[in-house]
């Protein structure tokens, strides 16, 4: 059974930093590309950023790009998601996510969630 936990959320000042962690337990990590997403009140999920099993690539939303990292240790089963320079528009429910399939990217559908980590960015 597949696990994804969040954590890291939290209130911050605009300008300021936050660092969210994924751990996933179920699966062999490595093997997996992982994905982080938010979703903002009364708005729809959203894309924010990918990595691909060993790193190799990463991808972003334009609305992230320069300010937010992703990054992962496969050795603690964990993916990151570095954020900088944060802005009230940022302040979202972020949620961590993995596909059924191995060795696949960029990943078309996400089949694994976390329970997700608040993020409040205060102006």
């Known amino acids: 059974q597949v696990q994804l936990v969040e954590s890291g959320g939290g209130l911050v000042q605009a300008g300021g930093s936050l660092r969210l962690s994924c751990a996933a337990s179920?699966?062999?990590?490595?093997?997996?590309?992982m994905g982080w997403f938010r979703q903002a009140p009364a708005k729809e999920r959203e894309f924010v950023s990918a990595i691909r099993w060993n790193s190799g690539r990463t991808d972003y939303a334009e609305s992230v790009k320069g300010r937010f990292t992703i990054s992962r240790d496969n050795a603690k089963n964990t993916v990151y998601l570095q954020m900088n320079s944060l802005k009230p528009e940022d302040t979202a429910v972020y949620y961590c996510?993995?596909?059924?399939?191995?060795?696949?990217?960029?990943?078309?559908?996400?089949?694994?969630w976390g329970q997700g980590t608040q993020v409040t960015v205060s102006s």
């Open positions: 996510a993995a596909p059924r399939s191995s060795y696949y990217y960029p990943v078309k559908v996400y089949n694994y």
């Open positions: 179920g699966l062999t990590f490595s093997r997996y590309a």
